[in-house]
């Protein structure tokens, strides 16, 4: 069983940084992609980045040059440095977990990242 548990959310000012992290247990292959969604109230839930064990990353168009995804992989721990937040990236934010080539997914119970203008 795969368990995904984020932290790091909270109530910061526009302008500011939070650090929000992603901690895998559980048995899986290390052949994966990890990603961040988010998910504001009445919106869809929106791919924000996405790192593959190789390292390779992706980014939403919308966060490019403020977020940066990493992971250590011996920890199967990924993280998301989110620098000049705005209010727009207030949302629900979650870790996904994808198994590589069955493409199923794990997710965690997502945290709030709240930011005040």
């Known amino acids: 069983q795969v368990q995904l548990v984020e932290s790091g959310g909270g109530l910061v000012q526009a302008g500011g940084s939070l650090t929000l992290s992603c901690a895998a247990s559980?048995?899986?292959?290390?052949?994966?992609?990890m990603a961040w969604y988010r998910q504001a109230p009445g919106k869809q839930r929106e791919l924000v980045a996405t790192?593959?064990?190789?390292?390779?990353?992706t980014y939403a168009d919308s966060v490019k040059g403020r977020f940066t995804i990493s992971r250590d992989l011996p920890k199967n721990m990924v993280y998301l440095r989110m620098n000049s937040l705005k209010p727009e990236d207030t949302a629900v934010y979650y870790c996904?977990?994808?198994?590589?080539?069955?493409?199923?997914?794990?997710w965690g119970q997502g945290t709030q990242v709240t930011v005040s203008s």
């Open positions: 996904n977990l994808r198994i590589l080539p069955t493409n199923i997914d794990y």
């Open positions: 559980g048995s899986f292959f290390r052949i994966n992609v």
């Open positions: 790192i593959t064990s190789g390292g390779s990353t």
